[in-house]
């Protein structure tokens, strides 16, 4: 009769051990939401001072973010023609003399930071991300979900 618990405890031990031992960390999660291991393009859908593409009554958001699992980042916008969305091309501002980083990268668990400005994650899924700015000089919220360009 001992040794079945015995038994039965080292079971669940070595259980426990091996399933514990299988979760992703958070950070990995956060940036395989964001990159899906390689990269990912998330459309910009809401956003304040967003702008939009109009054809028939559907709205087409105008710019996209693209990440990738090495930190590199940018700004994209989808040139229209006759009512379609063409590929993305990288969007470019003129920042004078203040020069802007291409990356991004994890802070913390609920915090990255995009082009050098820090964002607290509000929700993060395979297909959707809401994030919020923390920056004085820009407090919005955005929300994103997963580009079909993929």
């Known amino acids: 009769m001992k040794n079945r618990f015995k038994i039965g405890y080292l079971i669940c031990f070595i259980f426990i051990i ?3 031992g299988c979760k ?3 950070k990995e999660n956060i ?3 964001l990159t899906n291991n390689s990269f990912k393009y998330w459309d910009i859908v ?3 001072g967003n702008y939009y593409y109009k054809n028939k009554s559907k709205r087409f958001p105008i710019y996209c973010y693209y990440f990738d699992i090495k930190g590199n980042f940018s700004s994209m916008v989808y040139p229209i023609n006759k009512g379609r969305r063409k590929r993305t091309i990288p969007f470019t501002k003129d920042f004078s003399d203040y020069i802007v980083p ?3 990268e994890y802070e913390s668990d ?3 930071k995009i082009q050098g400005y820090e964002y607290r994650i509000i ?3 395979e297909d959707s991300l809401i994030i919020s700015s923390l920056s004085a000089s820009y407090l ?3 929300v994103m979900v997963t580009s079909i360009q993929q």
């Open 31 to 33: 940036i395989y939401n």
């Open 140 to 142: 919005g919220r955005m």
């Open 123 to 125: 929700k993060l899924t």
């Open 24 to 26: 992703k960390t958070l």
């Open 46 to 48: 809401e956003h304040p």
């Open 110 to 112: 609920s915090i990255i």
């Open 102 to 104: 291409d990356t991004w």
């Open 18 to 20: 091996i399933t514990s």
